[in-house]
């Protein structure tokens, strides 16, 4: 079993820099496929960036360039630098951890998840 805590996640005005985390439980950490998801007020969950054991990333189009995932297995902790922040970007942020070897974008390839962190971006 994991369990995932989220931390980082406040209101900044447009244009400006956030950095989430997650911290994760166990000591499998650095086995697992990492994903950050997001769900907007009114919308459904959707895929944000994800980081496999190997490191290998994947971005959604809509924060690919302003978006960059991270990950310290050494703390169990996953990152997510987020820069150029737009109100689209208003959103409650979810970690979630993957038994898959490799990327994936797929919400049912995750098997645990974090309770979210919410992010505002507004004037």
């Known amino acids: 079993q994991v369990q995932l805590v989220e931390s980082g996640g406040g209101s900044v005005q447009p244009g400006g820099s956030l950095v989430l985390s997650c911290a994760a439980s166990?000591?499998?950490?650095?086995?697992?496929?990492m994903g950050w998801f997001r769900q907007a007020p009114g919308k459904e969950r959707e895929f944000v960036a994800t980081?496999?054991?190997?490191?290998?990333?994947f971005y959604a189009d809509s924060v690919k360039g302003r978006f960059t995932i991270s990950r310290d297995n050494s703390k169990n902790t996953v990152y997510l630098q987020m820069n150029s922040l737009k109100p689209d970007d208003t959103a409650v942020y979810y970690c979630?951890?993957?038994?898959?070897?490799?990327?994936?974008?797929?919400?049912?390839?995750?098997?645990?998840w974090g309770q979210g962190t919410q992010v505002t971006v507004s004037s």
């Open positions: 979630a951890a993957s038994n898959r070897v490799e990327i994936t974008a797929a919400q049912e390839s995750y098997n645990y």
């Open positions: 166990g000591p499998t950490f650095s086995s697992y496929t």
């Open positions: 980081m496999s054991r190997y490191r290998n990333t």
